[in-house]
């Protein structure tokens, strides 16, 4: 009989994760704890990784047309009041790897996995909040808060930034606000952008950043990210007309020439956020349960790598597990030390290097930031650390055939 597995939490993981297992012969479920899928957040870069994975499913290629393939990044500075640079790499990324970046709202992304998974045969179920997990013998129990209870032969958490499924297993460490928030919006692309071709445009000011790129061929996402001490929870959510208005108007990016100001005063819908983080765990697993994407490791989103590094992670502990059959515990701690072996350094570069982009970008300071901005410059627009990174990033989870 097929090994069930039980995921708990329907992001961006947790389809994926049911729709591969599910392609390998596996019977999968999946808790989640919200009534239905979330329209929240903002876009979400879609790199080549993410597409080598989707691929495996069919999934790739529909994926393309719901959002934008960029094809540059420009990069200019407010102290300067000049372009510091402009790549054309999103656009050799396609050539290089064979597949595109594109940009792609949240929400729209999320429907597509989820409706994926469904039309599928992947059983979800809604209004599931996890609470515990119990493992007797070589059964792994999940307790809900609604009193009910699902088994199975493995669990994965799926849960993302606050994973219940990761305290379960370790305790409780609260994630910690970083300082910072990001404010951000969908608008009409505005007349502005109207001759440039679509891709990621930035601005590093003083204490400030803005970033913005379309996300159709008729709308654009943007997002400016600031310090702030007080805490600022990450509900993701639209804010309401009033306190929206007054909000962006105090904005400093609202009044910065090269597209922002116009962008800012085109905008329809605003979300205010902010950023946390946890420690990146040693082990991912106990037992019969592992965990998966942020659950495991959640980033702050300056390097564009958090949804992609959990379509990874799932390839990787897909193909592990497949080689773990028939489960036994011996086979299954092989596979997860090999999961975390593999997974670890990878994740552990992509979070810590979003970490420093981050702090670059609301540098505070005419001197700290004429020497970032020079920098960035003489890297044609983009920080060559950064970049390195990126490109060494984007090229996994496998070169070739895919071993699923
Ligand atoms: C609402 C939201 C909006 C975001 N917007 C952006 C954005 O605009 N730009 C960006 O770069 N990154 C954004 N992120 C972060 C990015 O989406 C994540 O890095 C990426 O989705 C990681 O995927 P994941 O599946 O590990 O976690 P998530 O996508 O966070 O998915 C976790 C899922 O688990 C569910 N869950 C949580 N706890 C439980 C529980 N106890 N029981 C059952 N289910 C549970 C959640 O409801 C959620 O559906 C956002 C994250 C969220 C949650």
């Not at 998966?292 to 992670?313: I, R």
Request: aromatic letters at 8%; one cysteine or more; hydrophobic letters at 40%.
């Amino acid at each position: 009989m097929s090994k069930r597995v039980i995921i708990i939490g329907c992001g961006i993981a947790g389809p994926v994760l049911a729709m591969l297992l599910k392609h390998k012969g596996f019977d999968v479920v999946i808790y989640e704890r919200q009534p239905e899928i979330q329209p929240s957040g903002l876009a979400l870069g879609v790199s080549p990784q993410t597409f080598k994975v989707l691929n495996i499913l069919g999934l790739a290629e529909p994926l393309i047309p719901l959002g934008q393939p960029l094809e540059e990044m420009t990069t200019y500075s407010q102290l300067r009041g000049e372009l510091l640079g402009k790549t054309d790499g999103a656009a050799k990324i396609r050539a290089w790897l064979g597949w595109p970046l594109i940009l792609v709202s949240r929400a729209r992304y999320c429907q597509y996995l989820f409706d994926s998974a469904k039309d599928r045969g992947v059983e979800i179920h809604f209004n599931k909040r996890f609470v515990d997990v119990r493992e007797e013998g070589e059964k792994v129990t999940a307790v809900f808060e609604d009193g009910t209870e699902a088994v199975g032969d493995l669990l994965v958490g799926c849960d993302g930034l606050h994973s219940g499924v990761r305290n379960s297993l370790f305790g409780k460490d609260e994630a910690t606000y970083m300082g910072l928030v990001q404010i951000g919006g969908f608008a009409p692309q505005p007349e502005y952008f109207s001759s440039t071709k679509p891709g990621i445009m930035q601005v590093f000011g003083d204490g400030a950043h803005f970033i913005c790129g379309q996300v159709n061929s008729t709308a654009m996402m943007w997002a400016t990210t600031l310090p702030q001490p007080t805490e600022a929870f990450e509900d993701w959510r639209r804010l309401g007309n009033d306190e929206t208005k007054e909000m962006l108007k105090g904005l400093q990016v609202a009044g910065w020439e090269n597209g922002p100001k116009e962008l800012v005063a085109a905008t329809t819908f605003v979300t205010k956020y902010g950023l946390y983080e946890r420690p990146i765990l040693p082990v991912w697993h106990k037992g019969r349960v592992v965990l998966v994407g942020d659950a495991a490791h959640p980033t702050s989103p300056h390097l564009g790598q958090g949804a992609n590094q959990a379509m990874e992670d799932c390839y990787h502990l897909v193909r592990l597990l497949c080689k773990a059959e028939p489960f036994t515990d011996s086979s299954l701690q092989t596979a997860f030390e090999e999961y975390e072996r593999i997974r670890i350094p990878i994740v552990t570069q992509a979070v810590e290097g979003a970490k420093a982009e981050g702090a670059r970008r609301v540098l505070v300071g005419k001197e700290a930031c004429e020497a970032r901005d020079e920098l960035i410059a003489s890297g044609g627009g983009n920080n060559p650390e950064r970049q390195k990174l990126q490109m060494q990033l984007i090229q996994g989870p496998f070169m070739g055939e895919s071993e699923i």
